[in-house]
């Protein structure tokens, strides 16, 4: 089967974690004898160098509008233009080229709804994996709201309609809606969002993701938890700022100077990073709070074996964090604020510990309860690689995607051979 696979991100370039994901995902699926193609953009790459990598199947020559300064009204709509007639371009010829047998969307967020708009108008089966809200408000893509704004359909209407006209002489999508045949959502949290924005999802599926656990494997020895983890981006919206607090608490309160935090990751905010650098220097915790950077997700399974406990502390309603689900494979005690879809796993005083978003006290007192309880840390432990084992492995998770995405592909191929020739 010919899978094209079209993502805003795709490694070695990414923000977060769904575009390992879709990698791992994508990796899994080619093993299995199915010939993958990805479409995504050139974040990361140098400019100008946005051609096609043959070894890895991957077309880099999507633009997104990621952090583009705020421009008016006409400028943007302009600059908008360029970036669509580009991307349909670009989506065009990889669907003519490589004769796909499903196309399977990822994410296009900041890129082009209209990808999609495109690819449920082509007659193949279309799939979507959502692993986070774009899909229940794609109607917010920068392009698809100038056309639904009171501003085509009143202030100027009359030039609108010449604009439209021409987009389509160029055939350049620029509106119409989604129907959405196809869905796999990775939590149940997702699709009851996307049923409560109005989208047409009832007949989705939920299809959990998954963790190798060969990979991430289960650390059989560990004793005496003293050092901590932190995996992810360094923003407001990870709660951070509760991390930092909360290794205040567990050092200079309760004085477990043995105490260590290493963070990995990087950060899209900056100041953000600079200010908890500075609070951390404040708080004379340099010592205990080490800055490891980004680190490439083959490098996870050794610096999870070198670690005790993950602390997660989001404030943001997470779909279904894949950091988590790997941490507990690897037998790590996690601490962690269950939002979103991460409460279809995380069990209080089973699997994990769970704090309510901002709260650095009940963190800390989670990690001291780690600290001096062994038979809570042991248990939290063997439970947490148990639920992985049972319910988010890696190859259930395949084998739902590939069954569904092959019943489409099968149902497709025997209506065309029904068809009577001319």
Same mark, same amino acid.
């Given at each position: 089967?010919?899978?094209?696979?079209?993502?805003?991100?795709?490694?070695?370039?990414?923000?977060?974690?769904?575009?390992?994901?879709?990698?791992?995902?994508?990796?899994? #699926?080619?093993?299995?004898?199915?010939?993958?193609?990805?479409?995504? +953009?050139?974040?990361?790459?140098?400019?100008?160098?946005?051609?096609?990598?043959?070894?890895?199947?991957?077309?880099?020559?999507? @633009?997104?509008?990621?952090?583009?300064? /705020?421009?008016? #009204?006409?400028? *943007?709509?302009?600059?908008? #233009?360029?970036?669509?007639?580009?991307?349909?371009?670009?989506?065009?010829?990889?669907? =003519?080229?490589?004769?796909?047998?499903?196309?399977?969307?990822?994410?296009?967020?900041?890129?082009?709804?209209?990808?999609?708009?495109?690819?449920?108008?082509?007659?193949?089966?279309?799939?979507?994996?959502?692993?986070?809200?774009?899909?229940?408000?794609?109607?917010?893509?920068?392009?698809?709201?100038?056309? +639904? +704004?009171?501003?085509?359909?009143?202030?100027?209407?009359?030039?609108?309609?010449?604009? &439209?006209?021409?987009?389509?002489?160029?055939?350049?999508?620029?509106?119409?809606?989604?129907?959405?045949?196809?869905?796999?959502?990775?939590?149940?949290?997702?699709?009851?969002?996307?049923?409560?924005?109005?989208? /047409?999802?009832?007949?989705?599926?939920?299809?959990?993701?998954?963790?190798?656990?060969?990979?991430?494997?289960?650390?059989?020895?560990?004793?005496?938890?003293?050092?901590?983890?932190?995996?992810?981006?360094?923003?407001?919206?990870?709660?951070?700022?509760?991390?930092?607090?909360?290794?205040?608490?567990?050092?200079?309160?309760?004085?477990?100077?043995?105490?260590?935090?290493?963070?990995?990751?990087?950060?899209?905010?900056?100041?953000?990073?600079? =200010?908890?650098?500075?609070?951390?220097?404040?708080?004379?915790? &340099?010592?205990?709070?080490?800055?490891?950077?980004?680190?490439?997700? =083959?490098?996870?399974?050794?610096?999870?074996?070198?670690?005790?406990?993950?602390?997660?502390? +989001?404030?943001?309603?997470?779909?279904?964090?894949?950091?988590?689900?790997?941490?507990?494979?690897?037998?790590?005690?996690?601490?962690?604020?269950?939002?979103?879809?991460?409460?279809?796993?995380?069990?209080?005083?089973?699997?994990?510990?769970?704090?309510?978003? @901002?709260?650095?006290?009940?963190?800390?007192?989670?990690?001291?309860?780690?600290?001096?309880?062994? =038979?809570?840390?042991?248990?939290?432990?063997?439970?947490?690689?148990?639920?992985?084992?049972?319910?988010?492995?890696?190859?259930?998770?395949?084998?739902?995607?590939? &069954? &569904?995405?092959?019943?489409?592909? *099968?149902?497709?191929?025997?209506?065309?051979?029904?068809?009577?020739?001319?």
């Amino acid at each position: 089967m010919r899978i094209l696979v079209v993502s805003n991100l795709y490694p070695p370039h990414f923000i977060g974690g769904y575009e390992l994901g879709c990698k791992q995902v994508m990796d899994h #699926l080619s093993a299995r004898g199915h010939n993958v193609q990805v479409l995504t +953009s050139n974040y990361g790459v140098r400019a100008g160098l946005t051609q096609a990598l043959p070894e890895q199947k991957v077309n880099r020559w999507l @633009e997104m509008d990621l952090d583009w300064p /705020p421009l008016p #009204l006409g400028r *943007n709509a302009l600059r908008l #233009l360029r970036k669509e007639a580009r991307n349909q371009r670009a989506f065009k010829r990889v669907v =003519e080229r490589f004769q796909p047998d499903v196309i399977y969307i990822w994410n296009l967020r900041y890129v082009s709804v209209s990808l999609a708009l495109r690819a449920e108008r082509l007659g193949l089966p279309v799939f979507y994996l959502v692993s986070d809200k774009w899909l229940a408000h794609w109607e917010t893509d920068s392009w698809y709201e100038i056309w +639904s +704004s009171n501003f085509t359909r009143l202030a100027v209407r009359g030039l609108a309609l010449l604009v &439209s006209f021409l987009l389509r002489v160029f055939g350049i999508v620029y509106s119409g809606s989604l129907t959405l045949p196809n869905v796999h959502f990775v939590s149940d949290f997702l699709k009851r969002d996307a049923q409560q924005a109005g989208k /047409p999802v009832d007949g989705a599926e939920v299809i959990h993701w998954g963790v190798d656990v060969n990979q991430f494997a289960y650390k059989q020895d560990c004793q005496e938890p003293k050092r901590l983890l932190y995996v992810g981006q360094i923003t407001p919206l990870k709660g951070f700022r509760t991390v930092v607090e909360a290794m205040r608490l567990v050092v200079k309160e309760h004085g477990l100077t043995t105490a260590t935090l290493t963070v990995v990751g990087g950060t899209i905010t900056p100041d953000f990073a600079a =200010e908890m650098r500075r609070l951390i220097a404040s708080y004379e915790l &340099s010592d205990n709070i080490k800055f490891a950077g980004f680190a490439a997700h =083959e490098a996870l399974p050794e610096i999870y074996q070198q670690h005790e406990i993950l602390l997660f502390p +989001s404030l943001y309603d997470e779909a279904l964090t894949i950091t988590t689900l790997e941490a507990m494979s690897c037998g790590l005690a996690v601490v962690a604020t269950a939002t979103g879809g991460n409460k279809e796993v995380m069990e209080h005083g089973q699997n994990t510990l769970i704090f309510h978003k @901002e709260d650095a006290q009940k963190c800390a007192h989670h990690i001291l309860r780690l600290f001096t309880d062994d =038979e809570l840390f042991q248990s939290l432990r063997v439970v947490a690689r148990k639920t992985v084992e049972e319910q988010f492995r890696i190859e259930s998770m395949i084998d739902k995607i590939e &069954s &569904s995405l092959l019943r489409e592909a *099968n149902v497709r191929e025997r209506r065309r051979r029904r068809r009577p020739t001319k």
